[in-house]
């Protein structure tokens, strides 16, 4: 599972946005509404945990987090430090090993939502987390690697991708596909024998993709409040489509942005101690 | 068949120059006194395989002991990248590093049909994936039942697996809980095994979810209080958060990274090694 290593973060991120709403608030917050519905995600570490755990705090409090590191159910009370946090051990219904956790639980179809980081999507929203080119001449890039991603896309019933806004992230082509989203277009997940529909919708600090039922290609349908179509235009690598009437995406509330700030501090608190 | 020895002679007789050697822990647990003693003694020429090479393989491969990679994810926990092992992929110090990349479940899956004695395992993996591309030890078969086309990995079978646990019996068996990861199958999946424990106790209590790792699998134990500093083991201690961030300054540069290795592993001698002697 991909982790966000610091050189992915951009340096807008901390920007506030409208009301002194930074703009991985409305990310976060909006990666939390993403859950809505849903019984059981399998959970990557970093901004999906964070969207994860908001989501049990607010609209989704029965919501069963899924960390690969084997634990089923966690009901952490701060965002836990790495997968290998022994509070999302101590929370849980139940934990298992590793290879169970990929065989039976993932492999076995028994999980609704997998929420993904990722360092590039491209517009069909394949994932790499692997490596990336930096011209002729200069070695490779090196990112993390796979982790769970390309089982956790195939297996999970869908997928949900979280990632900042930039042209690194959002490319024209992968340098390496780690993970496959939706392939190069409808059809493509079928014909590998894919479980799950894919991803379903790809938040980020400026609004939200979703695939198109026809192409399977990123729309923008959504931006967050104080953010323009043609920001989004600008930091996506590629002529990103415009759905017919773009949204914007309610502006969080009181309760999910306390929440939000509780859970985040509870987290420093807890780096401090350990 | 397990003894209770010192560390040092534990590595020193299980533990050979172009071995490869599992010291596994999914973040909890892992084995980092092993590992810094098999640095102490230059062991080198290793295949090192790992889920979640993590900080403790960051300082095995710039130490230049490491000359292949076996892994799924490798990044420094919460914190970011792992910059020794990104300086031995992109530049090649302090020596080029091969690799050998999966997918969490297909490493999963390598370290079970090692464990199980079989010659591959198989799992819905790699599909659309580019890794497939870049390892040999991925392919496909087709169900003799369904006519379905399946990854098939090549068991992943160790010369020596290490993992830390949180207790052993004078006899050798071993006790872990909490988060306990892919360590049984690595563990059995090895010819030689070495466990580094927190403390030998009179009895194994049974714990609910303990993983039990008879004596007989094992061929030696240590005791070695704190031996997964600075990762976390549940019981004991909690993850020491500071030193993790402080080792993204510290690999990011070689010459910080060398003078670290120098003062606080290989100078170190025995210290925090401490063993039961019987």
């Not at chain 2, 395989?49 to 799924?72: E, N």
């Not at chain 2, 092992?85 to 999963?108: C, I, K, Q, T, Y």
């Not at chain 2, 395992?121 to 003799?144: E, I, K, Q, W």
């Not at chain 2, 993850?239 to 080792?247: E, K």
């Amino acid at each position: 599972m991909s982790e966000p290593a610091e050189d992915e973060r951009t340096a807008a991120a901390a920007e506030p946005a409208a009301h002194g709403v930074t703009s991985d608030e409305l990310m976060e917050v909006n990666a939390a509404r993403a859950l809505a519905g849903s019984r059981t995600c399998f959970v990557g570490i970093g901004l999906p945990s964070t969207a994860a755990n908001l989501a049990r705090a607010t609209h989704e409090p029965d919501l069963v987090l899924i960390y690969e590191s084997g634990t089923i159910g966690s009901r952490p009370t701060r965002l836990p430090l790495s997968i290998g946090d022994g509070e999302l051990a101590e929370t849980a219904d139940a934990v298992v090993t590793v290879p169970e956790m990929f065989n039976y639980w993932l492999q076995g179809g028994r999980i609704d939502v997998g929420f993904l980081g990722a360092a590039q999507v491209d517009r069909f929203a394949n994932v790499n987390t692997t490596v990336v080119s930096r011209g002729a001449g200069r070695p490779e890039a090196r990112l993390p690697g796979a982790g769970g991603a390309p089982e956790i896309a195939a297996n999970c019933r869908k997928v949900l991708l979280v990632l900042r806004h930039s042209r690194r992230g959002f490319v024209p082509a992968l340098d390496f596909v780690t993970t496959m989203g939706h392939g190069s277009g409808p059809g493509d997940r079928a014909k590998y024998g894919m479980r799950g529909e894919g991803p379903a919708a790809v938040i980020t600090d400026l609004g939200i993709l979703r695939p198109d039922p026809a192409t399977a290609e990123l729309v923008l349908t959504e931006t967050h409040p104080g953010v323009t179509v043609e920001q989004v235009r600008d930091a996506t690598g590629w002529d990103l489509r415009v759905a017919p009437s773009v949204t914007t995406t309610a502006p969080p509330t009181e309760h999910e942005l306390a929440a939000l700030r509780a859970l985040k501090a509870a987290g420093r608190k807890g780096r401090e101690t350990s | 068949m397990a003894g209770v020895r010192s560390l040092h002679d534990a590595v020193a007789d299980l533990v050979h120059d172009g071995d490869t050697v599992a010291l596994e822990g999914f973040t909890h647990l892992i084995p980092f006194a092993a590992a810094h003693e098999i640095i102490r003694q230059g062991i080198t020429d290793l295949t090192l395989a790992r889920m979640t090479p993590d900080v403790i393989y960051d300082q095995l491969i710039g130490a230049g002991l490491v000359r292949k990679l076996i892994f799924s994810w490798g990044g420094n926990p919460g914190v970011g990248s792992l910059h020794r092992f990104r300086d031995a992929v992109e530049n090649g110090w302090p020596r080029p590093l091969e690799l050998d990349e999966h997918s969490h479940a297909g490493m999963a899956n390598r370290y079970v049909a090692g464990a199980s004695g079989l010659p591959f395992a198989t799992l819905r993996g790699y599909r659309g994936s580019d890794l497939a591309t870049r390892t040999d030890t991925v392919s496909t078969v087709t169900c003799p039942f369904t006519g379905e086309e399946l990854a098939a990995v090549r068991a992943l079978t160790p010369d020596v697996a290490i993992v830390h646990a949180q207790r052993a019996d004078r006899a050798g068996n071993v006790q872990m809980w909490g988060l306990t990861g892919v360590q049984k199958e690595a563990v059995l999946a090895s010819k030689r095994a070495l466990v580094t424990v927190e403390e030998v106790v009179d009895a194994l209590e049974p714990r609910p979810g303990a993983v039990v790792l008879p004596h007989w699998v094992l061929d030696a134990v240590s005791v070695v209080p704190g031996g997964a500093h600075p990762s976390y083991a549940t019981g004991y201690s909690e993850r020491d958060n500071a030193f993790y961030r402080a080792w993204d300054a510290i690999a990011r540069d070689r010459e910080a990274f060398t003078a670290w290795l120098d003062t606080e592993v290989k100078a170190a001698g025995a210290t925090g090694t401490a063993e039961v002697s019987r």
